[in-house]
């Protein structure tokens, strides 16, 4: 009787379990497909025919659920220069060059706040012998000393085209000549023709939604970062169901950095890789990262705050932004992290972790010497003295908190391992340079402290920790030469007063 009766609540207990699964999942799903309504004013008809036919098989990745996910609005209705307009989909005007019929189409978003564009196509093919460039994809040592301008596609005329069922379009421009500036992605699309049904032959055909994307500071954390921002917005912003594939438009070889752009989406591939004609069911035209607002905020004024996607969600308000935590929990679900546990508790049971990114030579593409440029003369004698300040500090109990220095050699860490560091680190600290881009990742209570040489006074960090509602300290130096016990006292002062230590 007695099993009997376990054995009845056990099987309530999962139906109650499996309704409300069912209710999470579903609600969630809702959330990510609710801007996709035939309703939507930037909906076709035939494109909507098209998205429900060609439905993409199970080789892409699913999107992670975020807890600071919100929906990406395709309402033309987004306030000029708001920071939803520079951080979320400020793309709402729309302009289709080919609309959808039984060939192919085109047609891009352009944002004002921006100054850039998202565009998309179907049937798109692409012809790698017309794209002159490097191969790209190898490996560093065996390209040392290749010129830059080697590794940057030209594009011939017909390097992509479009198939069309109206004959007389084809051979024409999908783009009239003279609307074109002249940058890498806007000579891609001039290079794009219209093709009839009869010529447009492939040796492949790639099912899934695919993004192009051309990068040209491609070995440095902070423009790579400006990258993968601008291919996660576009991927948002034309409502791909699943993580893409990627497409590098460009020659360059082998980076640590692609072990996050293969964590970020479905795969990774270079142009120059496929061994003919490559056609693409759905194919999305990455902005260049420069175009970015992590990128513009150096020369505009974005005056937006970090904030919660609860808190924004129940109040919006068009100066605030939780998109970069978004974009965080993106990274770190990307790698198999959780992205829902507590934020940085005062009294972390294994302590509070200061994380010292440090500053190393190492050989970044072919063009690099392998010396790093100092930020930081004495970084060494610092890190010691930090180090030291805490041993000595928790053994006279005067931290009133268990603390732990890492010694956060980036350098010779891979790119997961540089995220876990992020993740579980309280404090922040380092001297201006791009491994700082890495606090987008940090969690929401995590302090930021920089230290600042009179040479490099960028607002970089700053700017990052100001838009993901970070604390942030500065430390601003008389030439690159920092005194240990001003950085000691400076965080005395964050660990009594952010932690209570």
Not at 48 to 60: A, D, E, G, I, V
Not at 241 to 253: E, Q, T
Not at 383 to 403: D, E, G, P, T, Y
Not at 437 to 447: D, E, F, G, L, N
Request: hydrophobic share 35%; charged share 20%; proline share 6%.
């Amino acid at each position: 009787m007695i099993n009997r009766t376990k054995l009845k609540t056990l099987l309530s207990l999962f139906a109650l379990n499996s309704i409300t699964l069912y209710l999470y999942f579903s609600s969630h799903d809702a959330d990510h497909i609710r801007h996709k309504s035939p309703a939507n004013p930037r909906s076709h008809p035939s494109e909507t025919r098209y998205k429900q036919s060609h439905s993409p098989p199970f080789r892409t990745k699913p999107w992670p659920i975020l807890p600071s996910y919100l929906p990406w609005s395709q309402s033309p209705d987004v306030a000029l220069r708001s920071c939803e307009a520079y951080f979320g989909n400020g793309f709402t005007r729309r302009l289709d060059l080919l609309a959808p019929s039984d060939g192919g189409w085109f047609r891009c978003f352009h944002s004002e706040t921006l100054q850039s564009s998202v565009c998309e196509g179907g049937r798109v093919r692409m012809s790698p012998d017309k794209i002159k460039m490097s191969k790209g994809g190898e490996k560093l040592e065996m390209v040392m000393g290749r010129g830059e301008e080697e590794e940057m596609p030209v594009f011939e005329s017909g390097a992509f085209d479009i198939q069309v069922s109206d004959p007389s379009k084809s051979g024409k421009k999908v783009v009239p000549q003279g609307s074109i500036g002249k940058y890498t992605m806007r000579e891609l699309i001039d290079s794009i023709l219209f093709t009839g049904a009869e010529d447009f032959q492939c040796t492949e055909w790639i099912e899934e939604p695919t993004l192009l994307v051309t990068r040209f500071e491609y070995a440095n954390l902070f423009h790579t970062f400006t990258d993968w921002y601008s291919a996660y917005v576009a991927s948002r912003v034309t409502g791909l169901p699943s993580r893409p594939h990627v497409v590098f438009v460009d020659g360059h070889c082998e980076t640590q950095l692609e072990e996050t752009w293969k964590a970020l989406f479905s795969s990774i591939r270079y142009a120059k890789n496929f061994s003919g004609p490559v056609c693409f069911r759905h194919v999305v035209l990455s902005p260049l990262g420069y175009e970015a607002a992590l990128f513009r905020g150096l020369s505009q004024n974005i005056n937006c705050q970090g904030a919660s996607a609860h808190e924004l969600w129940q109040n919006p308000n068009d100066k605030r932004t939780a998109r970069l935590h978004e974009f965080g929990e993106m990274v770190k679900a990307a790698f198999g992290f959780p992205v829902n546990r507590l934020n940085n508790p005062l009294k972390p049971v294994s302590g509070h972790n200061i994380l010292f990114v440090r500053r190393e030579d190492y050989f970044a593409h072919p063009r690099h010497s392998g010396k790093v440029q100092s930020r930081l003369s004495n970084e060494e004698e610092v890190f010691n003295s930090v180090k030291n300040w805490v041993a000595s500090s928790s053994s006279s109990r005067q931290l009133k908190c268990k603390v732990n220095v890492v010694n956060g050699l980036f350098a010779h860490m891979s790119m997961k391992e540089q995220v876990r560091a992020i993740q579980d680190a309280s404090i922040i600290v380092g001297a201006h340079g791009a491994g700082l881009t890495h606090i987008i990742s940090a969690m929401p209570r995590t302090v930021v402290l920089e230290i600042v040489s009179s040479e490099y006074r960028r607002p970089h960090f700053a700017l990052i920790a100001q838009w993901k509602g970070l604390e942030y300290h500065p430390i601003f130096l008389d030439g690159s030469h920092a005194n240990p016990p001003v950085v000691t006292d400076k965080l005395r002062s964050i660990l009594k007063n952010s932690f209570e230590c």
